[in-house]
């Protein structure tokens, strides 16, 4: 019997036949059939491979030379640019401060200390990102840099304790701390 005659009873007994990316064949359809012409999909296995490769316009994989790879014959991994680091939930009216700030260390910041608000805004945006927005946070209220008469905007006040609630004019730190927006 022909690879085509199988794939043609297969199809008839109510068989899904296709071919997996690790080149077997799948067989997808009643379990009676199934049972019935797993035989003769065995015996014909290869001729039936390449039937259903050329049906669908694919071509066999390669074989593996000696000492390949484990990902074997998928595509090797590749470099992959993604957004940069926090920008995927920084809302628009912030990318230009945040951009500011991943920029340069503000002046008479240490970079310890300006390192760790960049992370603590990164976690500030990811988490309530939209309800700043929503409630009208201005960027100055978020990136104002501490200066001698002023401590700065809230991402120098988290200091590494992640924000646990935040409403229209502040801001509840899980550590306790609360910062009151407008009050510098």
Same mark, same amino acid.
């Given at each position: 019997?022909?690879?085509?005659?199988?794939?043609?009873?297969?199809?008839?007994?109510?068989?899904?036949?296709?071919?997996?990316? #690790?080149?077997?064949?799948?067989?997808?359809?009643?379990?009676?059939?199934?049972?019935?012409?797993?035989?003769?999909?065995?015996?014909?296995? =290869?001729?039936?491979?390449?039937?259903?490769?050329?049906?669908? @316009?694919?071509?066999?994989?390669?074989?593996? =030379?000696?000492?390949?790879?484990?990902?074997? *014959?998928?595509?090797? *991994?590749?470099?992959?640019?993604? #957004?940069?680091?926090?920008?995927?939930?920084?809302?628009?009216?912030?990318? +230009? +401060? /945040?951009?500011?700030?991943?920029?340069?260390?503000?002046?008479?910041?240490?970079?310890?200390?300006?390192?760790?608000?960049?992370?603590?805004?990164?976690?500030?945006?990811?988490?309530? @990102?939209?309800?700043?927005?929503?409630?009208?946070?201005? *960027?100055?209220?978020?990136?104002?840099?501490?200066?001698?008469?002023? *401590?700065?905007?809230?991402? /120098?006040?988290?200091?590494?304790? =992640?924000?646990?609630?935040?409403? =229209?004019?502040?801001?509840?730190?899980?550590?306790?701390?609360? /910062?009151?927006?407008?009050?510098?």
């Amino acid at each position: 019997m022909s690879a085509a005659d199988v794939i043609q009873m297969a199809r008839e007994a109510g068989l899904k036949l296709t071919v997996s990316g #690790t080149g077997k064949i799948k067989v997808a359809g009643p379990r009676g059939a199934i049972e019935r012409l797993t035989p003769e999909l065995a015996a014909n296995k =290869p001729a039936i491979l390449a039937e259903l490769r050329q049906a669908d @316009g694919d071509t066999p994989p390669k074989v593996a =030379p000696p000492g390949a790879p484990s990902w074997w *014959p998928m595509p090797h *991994p590749g470099i992959v640019k993604e #957004t940069p680091f926090g920008s995927d939930g920084v809302p628009a009216r912030y990318q +230009a +401060a /945040w951009q500011a700030l991943l920029a340069q260390c503000p002046p008479g910041v240490t970079p310890f200390v300006w390192e760790g608000a960049i992370y603590d805004c990164a976690t500030l945006f990811g988490d309530f @990102g939209q309800l700043l927005d929503a409630y009208d946070w201005r *960027p100055s209220d978020l990136f104002e840099a501490p200066h001698d008469d002023s *401590p700065g905007g809230m991402i /120098w006040f988290i200091k590494g304790s =992640p924000v646990a609630t935040i409403g =229209p004019t502040m801001v509840q730190l899980i550590d306790g701390r609360i /910062w009151l927006r407008g009050a510098r």
